[in-house]
């Protein structure tokens, strides 16, 4: 007897997506930092204070969207397999 699982094949591969855009966002977020003895002005870039936060948030909501994807069907078949 073969088990299905919560989740499908497809939702494994849109929360891998997930997963990337939200390491796409903290590597954007990443670069030079400060030191006591050299300031470094790039720490408030647009990049790492605007964009990095943005498709990070996108991506944690794709993962909400990926995790509660259900495919297109009859929804029949569970009812037809407990009869």
Same mark, same amino acid.
């Given at each position: 007897?073969?088990?299905?699982?919560?989740?499908?094949?497809?939702?494994?591969?849109?929360?891998?997506?997930?997963?990337?855009?939200?390491?796409?966002?903290?590597?954007?977020?990443?670069?030079?930092?400060?030191?006591?003895?050299?300031?470094?002005?790039?720490?408030?870039?647009?990049?790492?204070? /605007?964009?990095?936060?943005?498709?990070?948030? /996108?991506?944690?909501?794709?993962?909400?969207?990926?995790?509660?994807?259900?495919?297109?069907?009859?929804?029949?078949?569970?009812?037809?397999?407990?009869?």
């Amino acid at each position: 007897m073969k088990q299905k699982l919560a989740l499908s094949k497809v939702n494994f591969i849109l929360i891998a997506i997930g997963a990337v855009i939200i390491i796409a966002g903290l590597l954007l977020m990443t670069g030079p930092s400060s030191t006591e003895t050299h300031f470094e002005p790039d720490i408030f870039s647009t990049r790492r204070i /605007v964009v990095a936060p943005i498709v990070c948030f /996108v991506g944690f909501i794709f993962m909400i969207f990926a995790i509660m994807y259900r495919q297109k069907g009859n929804g029949n078949e569970d009812k037809v397999k407990n009869l």
